[in-house]
């Protein structure tokens, strides 16, 4: 079976084979795609069976497919453009690997289940590919946000900002805005962060929004989100994650979708996000007062309007004043000089509100 998979459109039935400009996907309504090979990605990704081509630079495109066949003929057809498929880890590809692990997992979990899970969650994310993360995260977009009011050019706006941010990452962040009067931001497992316009409504300046983002990127790339996921979620996705079965970990996180805008991350994970996020900023001379500033505003809105934001990451008078103290003691940056594009992104992202 192959799939072909762009950004915020549902997956559709696919052919493909190589040719000399590259690959040419032929969907199910039998329009052609073609792909040159100069933007084909040149890591070929082996995951539970399935090959995954992935093409583009901003909103990449992939090809999925368990037909072998496919990946040996792009080969090939182009040998001097290095396309390859990496050997799996001993962790994931071994059955004794397999065994082992949930051998343990059973134990523990059967002595330590409320003490340990926290510490098994941590390591399930740890070890769990991105490629993993993405197909899950990609599944749960699917099964929640996509069904809601998205608003395409915002979206195409926040990306823009992101971009402009130059925040690192070790994923393929796509941001989506919800045309929506709900305080809220979100991410999911591999990349997708998801912002409602009510939470955009409350600010004031950029440097907010790059605050936002920036924390929420760090419950991304340090794995926050997964972890809380399978926490939340319990033994069974703990097992489905480590054998490798992603249709198993994506069902039940499906059928747990709703709780994903109330996941709460633990007290150390918010200081963590917190802490990292203004590091962000300040590499990319941010003023970093704009953490402080969002907090404090959002805090004060929910005084008159329900937050959801605050309620999965609720603010207190101690983490205020951590937060104060971290600014407070960060070396100087050219922060306070204005970033003209990101003050044209923000203004364009807040109008019509």
């Known amino acids: 079976m192959s799939l072909y998979i762009k950004p915020n459109t549902p997956r559709t039935n696919a052919t493909a084979h190589a040719n000399e400009e590259g690959l040419v996907i032929t969907l199910s309504n039998g329009i052609n795609i073609q792909w040159n090979k100069c933007k084909i990605h040149k890591t070929i990704i082996y995951d539970n069976g399935n090959y995954i081509i992935q093409y583009g630079d901003e909103a990449i495109e992939k090809f999925e497919t368990d037909d072998k066949n496919i990946i040996v003929s792009l080969q090939k057809t182009h040998p001097n453009s290095g396309f390859i498929v990496p050997k799996k880890s001993f962790l994931f590809k071994s059955a004794t690997g397999f065994v ?94 998801v912002v409602m316009g009510g939470i955009i409504k409350q600010m004031q300046s950029y440097e907010e929004l790059a605050a936002l983002i920036g924390h929420e990127l760090t419950h991304i790339n340090g794995k926050h989100v997964t972890r809380s996921l399978v926490r939340t979620t319990g033994a069974y996705i703990l097992i489905s994650a480590v054998i490798g079965d992603v249709t198993g970990v994506a069902a039940v996180l499906a059928e747990n979708a709703d709780a994903l805008r109330s996941l709460q991350f633990s007290r150390d994970l918010e200081t963590e996000a917190d802490e990292k996020g203004l590091e962000l900023m300040r590499k990319s001379n941010i003023n970093s007062t704009g953490m402080l500033k969002l907090f404090e505003r959002l805090e004060k809105a929910a005084e008159q309007t329900k937050s959801e934001f605050l309620s999965t990451h609720p603010t207190t008078e101690k983490r205020i004043e951590h937060i104060k103290s971290l600014i407070a003691n960060s070396k100087p940056t050219e922060s306070d000089k204005k970033r003209t594009n990101l003050q044209k992104l923000f203004d364009q992202i807040k109008s019509s509100q």
């Open 100 to 193: 082992l692990i949930i051998l343990f997992l059973i134990i523990f979990l059967v002595g330590f289940y409320t003490i340990g899970l926290d510490l098994i969650a941590r390591g399930v994310a740890s070890a769990m590919p991105v490629s993993t993360e993405e197909n899950i995260g990609q599944s749960l977009f699917e099964n929640t946000v996509a069904q809601n009011n998205i608003n395409v050019e915002k979206s195409k706006l926040l990306n823009a900002f992101f971009k402009e941010l130059n925040y690192p990452s070790d994923y393929h962040i796509q941001l989506t805005y919800i045309d929506s009067n709900l305080v809220n931001a979100f991410a999911l497992p591999g990349g997708h962060l």
